[in-house]
């Protein structure tokens, strides 16, 4: 599998097009917003690789799924994209199970894409609270599959305290709203 180097409009390069899978640590630093504060830290930046300019190519474990390049039977041996994720995490599902037959799943800064992020989302869910809430159900789903339902079930508690915790801080709403979700899934 292959991805591009990922640039926003303003020819920015986002991290995203390059990047670690998901592990309870991995998310700990995401959603604590740990990973964007320290950035360069050896710890912190292990999420999106931080400490790599991504301006050479190289294996990732993840590319981002707003454009990939797979060979037809390594997609079909691997069996595809799983159907039961609806958005979000399908991309990070595919190059895992990549990953576990054996492939490799390239970062290729030579070709570049300019993302508009969350441009065709945001018209189907109206507002970016509800585009987390279904990041967050998909990232259940695929820790439930890739780690089991305990290790699932951590990961919903590590989010519902973060969230909280953002919530006490900031008082936003969205945060409190994030929380309860991840209690109650």
Known sequence: MAGPLVEDEAGKVLFEGGRSLPT???EFLQHSTL?????????TSKPYLSRWDHLSTREVE???????????EVFRRVGG??????????DLDLCCRIRKAGRGVWYVHSAR??????????QMFGSVGRIVFQNMRSQHYYFQKHYGAFT????????AGLYF?????????LHLEYAKWAITA
């Not at 894409?113 to 945001?122: A, D, G, P, W, Y």
């Not at 915790?165 to 709403?173: E, F, I, T």
């Open 81 to 90: 994209f799983d159907e039961t994720f609806f958005l979000y995490s399908e």
């Open 165 to 173: 915790l953002r919530y006490l801080r900031s008082r936003d709403r």
């Open 62 to 72: 993840t590319v981002l799924g707003a454009c990939m390049l797979v060979r037809s």
């Open 152 to 159: 699932a079930f951590l990961w919903r508690h590590m989010i």
């Open 24 to 26: 309870l640590l991995n």
């Open 35 to 43: 990973a964007f504060r320290f950035p360069q830290g050896a710890l």
């Open 113 to 122: 894409l300019v993302h508009k992020e969350r441009q065709s989302t945001i």
